[in-house]
C-alpha cells in the first residue's frame, strides 16, 4: 500500500510541468515587466484549485499569490521565485552583456535532448514551475494538510539596483530588483512560518546567501588633449589611473575571500569582490583624455559582516595605492547595499525537511554544497531580517547532487552556447522534493513541528 507521499509523487505529471514551464518563458518578463507573466500565473493556479490573487505593484509589475488552505493549526509554507528575468531578450540591450544572444536567452521556450531551453528557465522560472506542480500534486492526492501551502511569484528580485552613471542615469521600474516585489509582498498580508526558496541550486540544499554592497569608485585624473602633451602627461588620465584600481582591487580581493569564507553548517560561501562595469571618456572624441573614470564595483559579504567596515577596507586599499601616485585620486560611492549576508540554523525544520526530501528522491544526503549554490543574493534575506527561516534549494543546470569537485569544476556558470536551460530529469526531481517537504511539514500542527525542530537540533 502506497504512503501518502507515493501517492502525491504519483499524481505528478511531466507533460503539465513541461508545458507550464514552457509557456511560462513565452511570456516574457524582464525586470519591470513582470505583470503580464503574474496574470497568467495567477490564471493557471486559479485554474488548478487554489486560491489565487494578482497583487499589482507600480505601473507594469505584479505578483502571482496562490493558497492550498490547510485543515488548520499548521504551519504555513511559502515557495517563493521571481518572474523577471536576468536579460531582457532584446538584443539591443542584452548584447552589452552577452554579445550575441544564444536561442536559450530568447523567451521563446523548446525542447531537446530533454532539456527545456528559454530566457528565465534557469533563473529562475523552473523552479517556480516545480513548486506549484508539487502543490498542485499534493492537492490532488487529497492527502489532509493542517497548514497553508503559498506559492508567490513575485517581480523584481534579480539584483539590479538604480544608479546614476557617466553618461545616463538608470533609474526606473526596470532596475529596481533585489527584493523589489517580495518585500511589498511581506508588507500586503502574505505571512508565514517557513520558505522554500526554488532557486537553482543542483537540487544541493542551502541555508545561507550573501549580502552585497555596490561600490561607484570615481577615479579622477588629468584632463589632456593628446596634440598638447607627452604621452607621459596623457596617462595620467583617469582611465590610465583607473588601471590602478583594478590592480589593487584585483590583488586585495583573494585575501577578502579567504578572510571572510563563512561556514553555514552545511557548507561555506566564499564572498567575491567583482569588477562589474567601467565608464570612462567619450567615443566620439577620443583624442582627448579624460578626467573622470567610473568603476562598479559588487563586494558579497558574510552574515558577520557589515557595510560600514567593509568600506573602510576598501578605502584603506585605494588610499594607499592613491599614496603612491600624486595625480591619482579617487572617491567612493555607495549606490546599494543589501548586507549582511542572511542564514538559516543547519537545525531548522524546513532546512532538515529538504534534506530529507532529497535522500528520498535522489537516494542521498549532500556532504555539503558547493559554494557557488550560496553565493548569490535572492529573496531569501527579506524573510530572515525579519526572522523568518529560508532554506534554498532548485533545480539546474543538471538536476543532480554531484560531488563538490565535480561541482566546482562543471558548474561555474548556466550559459552554454545555448543559453539558459533546466533538464527534464532536474525538473521532476525538483518537484518530488516539495512535494515530499510538504507532506513532511505541513500534515503536523505547529506544536509538533516545534518539537520536531528542538529534538532534532540536539
Same mark, same amino acid.
Given at each position: 500500500m502506497l504512503d501518502n507521499t507515493e501517492v502525491a509523487l504519483s499524481r505528478i505529471d511531466k507533460e503539465k510541468l513541461t508545458g507550464l514551464l514552457c509557456a511560462m518563458v513565452d511570456i516574457n518578463s524582464p525586470?519591470?515587466? %513582470?505583470?503580464?507573466? !503574474?496574470?497568467?500565473?495567477? @490564471?493557471?493556479?486559479?485554474?488548478?484549485?487554489?486560491?489565487a490573487n494578482l497583487q499589482d505593484l507600480e505601473g507594469a509589475r505584479a505578483n502571482a499569490i496562490g493558497v492550498l488552505p490547510g485543515s488548520g493549526g499548521g504551519p504555513t509554507l511559502l515557495f517563493v521565485g521571481h518572474l523577471d528575468t536576468t536579460l531582457s531578450g532584446r538584443p539591443e540591450e542584452d548584447y552589452p552583456w552577452v554579445g550575441?544572444?544564444?536561442?536559450?536567452?530568447?523567451?521563446?521556450?523548446?525542447?531537446?535532448?530533454?532539456?527545456?531551453?528559454?530566457?528565465? +528557465?534557469?533563473?529562475?522560472?523552473? #523552479?517556480?514551475?516545480?513548486?506549484?506542480?508539487?502543490?498542485?500534486?499534493?492537492?490532488? +492526492?487529497?492527502?489532509?494538510?493542517?497548514?497553508?501551502?503559498?506559492? &508567490?511569484?513575485? &517581480? @523584481?528580485?534579480? %539584483?539590479?539596483?538604480?544608479?546614476?552613471?557617466?553618461?545616463?542615469?538608470? $533609474?526606473?521600474p526596470r532596475y529596481n530588483g533585489a527584493g523589489f516585489g517580495v518585500r511589498h509582498m511581506v508588507r500586503h498580508g502574505v505571512v508565514c512560518d517557513y520558505v522554500i526558496e526554488p532557486e537553482p541550486s543542483d537540487l544541493y540544499v542551502a541555508n545561507v546567501r550573501t549580502g552585497y554592497l555596490r561600490v561607484k569608485v570615481i577615479v579622477k585624473g588629468n584632463f589632456a588633449y593628446q596634440a598638447f602633451v607627452s604621452p607621459e602627461v596623457s596617462r595620467r588620465g583617469a582611465i590610465e589611473q583607473a588601471y590602478r584600481v583594478v590592480d589593487a582591487v584585483n590583488r586585495w580581493a583573494p585575501?577578502?575571500?579567504?578572510?571572510?569564507?563563512?561556514?553555514? #553548517?552545511?557548507?561555506?560561501?566564499?564572498?567575491?569582490?567583482?569588477?562589474? &562595469?567601467?565608464? #570612462?571618456?567619450?567615443?566620439?572624441?577620443?583624442?582627448?583624455?579624460?578626467?573622470?573614470?567610473n568603476l562598479y564595483?559588487?563586494?558579497?559579504?558574510?552574515?558577520?559582516?557589515?557595510?560600514?567596515?567593509?568600506?573602510?577596507?576598501?578605502?584603506g586599499v585605494l588610499g594607499e595605492e &592613491?599614496?603612491?601616485?600624486?595625480?591619482?585620486?579617487?572617491e567612493l560611492?555607495?549606490?546599494?547595499?543589501?548586507?549582511?549576508?542572511?542564514?538559516?540554523?543547519?537545525?531548522?525544520?524546513?532546512?532538515? !525537511?529538504?534534506?530529507?526530501?532529497? %535522500?528520498?528522491?535522489? #537516494?542521498?544526503?549532500?556532504?555539503?554544497?558547493?559554494?557557488?549554490? !550560496?553565493?548569490?543574493?535572492?529573496?531569501?534575506?527579506?524573510?530572515?531580517?525579519?526572522?523568518?527561516?529560508?532554506?534554498?534549494?532548485?533545480?539546474?543546470?543538471?538536476?543532480e547532487v554531484r560531488s563538490e569537485q565535480a561541482t566546482q569544476a562543471g558548474a561555474r556558470d548556466f550559459r552554454t552556447s545555448?543559453?539558459?536551460?533546466?533538464?527534464?530529469?532536474?525538473?521532476? !526531481?525538483?518537484?518530488?522534493?516539495?512535494?515530499?517537504?510538504?507532506?513532511?511539514?505541513?500534515?503536523?500542527?505547529?506544536?509538533?513541528?516545534? $518539537?520536531?525542530?528542538?529534538?532534532?537540533?540536539?
Amino acid at each position: 500500500m502506497l504512503d501518502n507521499t507515493e501517492v502525491a509523487l504519483s499524481r505528478i505529471d511531466k507533460e503539465k510541468l513541461t508545458g507550464l514551464l514552457c509557456a511560462m518563458v513565452d511570456i516574457n518578463s524582464p525586470t519591470g515587466e %513582470e505583470k503580464e507573466c !503574474a496574470r497568467f500565473l495567477t @490564471g493557471y493556479m486559479s485554474g488548478l484549485g487554489l486560491k489565487a490573487n494578482l497583487q499589482d505593484l507600480e505601473g507594469a509589475r505584479a505578483n502571482a499569490i496562490g493558497v492550498l488552505p490547510g485543515s488548520g493549526g499548521g504551519p504555513t509554507l511559502l515557495f517563493v521565485g521571481h518572474l523577471d528575468t536576468t536579460l531582457s531578450g532584446r538584443p539591443e540591450e542584452d548584447y552589452p552583456w552577452v554579445g550575441t544572444l544564444a536561442p536559450g536567452f530568447k523567451p521563446k521556450s523548446y525542447i531537446k535532448d530533454d532539456r527545456v531551453y528559454g530566457l528565465g +528557465s534557469f533563473n529562475m522560472k523552473g #523552479g517556480l514551475v516545480c513548486a506549484v506542480m508539487a502543490v498542485d500534486a499534493v492537492r490532488r +492526492s487529497g492527502v489532509k494538510l493542517k497548514g497553508d501551502v503559498v506559492v &508567490a511569484g513575485v &517581480a @523584481g528580485e534579480s %539584483e539590479k539596483s538604480p544608479v546614476d552613471g557617466l553618461h545616463r542615469s538608470f $533609474r526606473g521600474p526596470r532596475y529596481n530588483g533585489a527584493g523589489f516585489g517580495v518585500r511589498h509582498m511581506v508588507r500586503h498580508g502574505v505571512v508565514c512560518d517557513y520558505v522554500i526558496e526554488p532557486e537553482p541550486s543542483d537540487l544541493y540544499v542551502a541555508n545561507v546567501r550573501t549580502g552585497y554592497l555596490r561600490v561607484k569608485v570615481i577615479v579622477k585624473g588629468n584632463f589632456a588633449y593628446q596634440a598638447f602633451v607627452s604621452p607621459e602627461v596623457s596617462r595620467r588620465g583617469a582611465i590610465e589611473q583607473a588601471y590602478r584600481v583594478v590592480d589593487a582591487v584585483n590583488r586585495w580581493a583573494p585575501q577578502y575571500t579567504k578572510k571572510n569564507t563563512y561556514d553555514s #553548517g552545511l557548507g561555506v560561501i566564499t564572498p567575491h569582490v567583482t569588477i562589474g &562595469a567601467i565608464e #570612462g571618456g567619450v567615443p566620439y572624441f577620443s583624442a582627448y583624455v579624460p578626467a573622470i573614470c567610473n568603476l562598479y564595483l559588487d563586494i558579497r559579504t558574510n552574515p558577520d559582516q557589515s557595510a560600514a567596515e567593509v568600506l573602510a577596507e576598501l578605502d584603506g586599499v585605494l588610499g594607499e595605492e &592613491a599614496g603612491k601616485e600624486p595625480h591619482f585620486g579617487y572617491e567612493l560611492e555607495v549606490y546599494y547595499t543589501n548586507v549582511p549576508g542572511t542564514v538559516t540554523s543547519a537545525g531548522s525544520y524546513v532546512v532538515q !525537511a529538504m534534506l530529507r526530501a532529497q %535522500e528520498r528522491v535522489l #537516494g542521498q544526503r549532500q556532504k555539503a554544497y558547493p559554494s557557488w549554490v !550560496a553565493n548569490p543574493s535572492s529573496d531569501a534575506s527579506t524573510f530572515r531580517q525579519i526572522g523568518i527561516p529560508v532554506v534554498t534549494c532548485g533545480p539546474g543546470p543538471d538536476g543532480e547532487v554531484r560531488s563538490e569537485q565535480a561541482t566546482q569544476a562543471g558548474a561555474r556558470d548556466f550559459r552554454t552556447s545555448e543559453g539558459e536551460y533546466q533538464t527534464i530529469g532536474g525538473l521532476l !526531481a525538483a518537484t518530488r522534493m516539495y512535494a515530499t517537504a510538504i507532506l513532511d511539514i505541513c500534515t503536523k500542527t505547529r506544536e509538533q513541528v516545534k $518539537r520536531l525542530e528542538r529534538k532534532q537540533s540536539k
